[in-house]
């Protein structure tokens, strides 16, 4: 219950943000209902005194966000006969919660909605229609919002513009072609409507780090490549010199290789198992971060454990042999794997085996007993 609640001030301020003074609420929907629809089918009274219960205290929670909850009795749900209908609207008080009527639905149920409506008229805060034009053409109707199916939500978005509203809520797509979306900006620019479209993940980090890639393309200039460019850079800096500071205060080498390792291969799995752009910033960013802490740190390992400091040049000379060999032979490896189960597009199996090299060679640190 605390999460619904929290998703309902969260919901209530968004709607009152976009201006709007109501909003419906209605019961989930159940299968013992959608199996009998109309009927009040499985009713119990403990479980509608539970909804109701839980109802009171969401419209608190909505109605302190400065909204005007509606109930709104459905087929299908624990609120859809007269009696179940009537009861919430009597238990609950009139300051918290309004009356939203769907009179198709009322009718469907055996209720008359007529009756229904004069009942409780002092109670009604927002009706419920089925013409789209009559909607647009209310003056009442300031605020719409388009939840309709994927192929109307251009129509009615461009019309409700047209129609002169304040503003326009359309659900994901708002169009279904490029030709339609361009259609309806239009309208939004030329009447002076916005239109807004309806998100979901305000608090996904994939939502979040899509805007960041948005910032970093669009406002400073970067291409695609230039970014995961940049994101790879900014994270590998960022844990080097953190890294290596780590190092020294703990006077340790070892357990830092490994360590940096494992993060290097989580970057790798999520390159190679990503299906979108902002995730792809995100693996570079672990790779990133892994590559700094393990560059800042071997270096150091590598200079400690030099047989000869006489030799320190040439020695210095076959590790970076050592170094750069593979990054060398990896594009000749690398078909191998990418061709696993035909075609030449498995990537995750590539970047599975990029992770195993990487723990193999984070392995062979183990045995060096010259430093900690």
Not at 112 to 127: M, Q, S, W
Not at 155 to 165: F, I, S
Not at 196 to 223: E, N, W
Request: proline share 6%; net charge negative.
């Amino acid at each position: 219950m605390p999460g619904i609640l929290e998703h309902a001030m969260r919901h209530a301020g968004t709607q009152a943000a976009l201006g709007m003074t109501e909003v419906f609420i209605a019961s989930a929907l159940a299968p013992e209902r959608l199996a009998a629809p109309a009927v009040g089918a499985a009713y119990d009274q403990d479980r509608l005194d539970t909804v109701i219960d839980n109802l009171a205290r969401t419209c608190a929670a909505i109605t302190a966000e400065g909204l005007r909850p509606c109930l709104h009795p459905h087929v299908g749900t624990w609120i859809e006969t007269e009696r179940e209908t009537r009861a919430v609207l009597d238990a609950i008080d009139p300051r918290q919660l309004s009356f939203g009527p769907d009179t198709g639905h009322l009718h469907w149920a055996g209720a008359d909605p007529a009756e229904l409506i004069t009942h409780y008229g002092d109670r009604a805060g927002a009706a419920h229609g089925t013409s789209v034009e009559e909607l647009l053409a209310d003056p009442a109707v300031e605020i719409v919002a388009v939840c309709s199916p994927h192929a109307f939500h251009a129509e009615q978005a461009e019309a409700a513009c047209l129609a002169g509203k304040k503003a326009v809520l359309v659900e994901k797509p708002p169009a279904t072609t490029l030709d339609d979306a361009r259609r309806i900006a239009k309208a939004s620019k030329d009447t002076g409507g916005p239109i807004v479209v309806g998100a979901v993940h305000t608090y996904d980090p994939a939502f979040k780090l899509t805007f960041g890639f948005y910032v970093i393309t669009d406002r400073l200039g970067y291409s695609p490549v230039e970014a995961v460019s940049l994101v790879f850079t900014g994270g590998s800096l960022i844990t080097a010199t953190i890294g290596g500071w780590l190092s020294d205060r703990l006077e340790g080498r070892k357990i830092f290789v490994p360590v940096a390792s494992l993060v290097m291969g989580v970057g790798l799995l999520t390159l190679g198992f990503t299906t979108t752009f902002p995730r792809y910033l995100l693996g570079s960013l672990i790779l990133g971060m892994g590559t700094g802490v393990y560059m800042a740190v071997d270096m150091a390992l590598v200079v400690r454990v030099l047989p000869n400091p006489d030799n320190a040049a040439k020695d210095l000379a076959v590790f970076q042999i050592a170094n750069s060999l593979p990054q060398s032979l990896a594009p000749l490896i690398a078909p191998l794997f990418l061709t696993i189960g035909g075609g030449n597009q498995n990537y995750p199996a590539a970047f599975t085996a990029a992770l195993v090299f990487a723990v193999l060679g984070a392995l062979t640190v183990i045995p060096i007993r010259k430093v900690r």
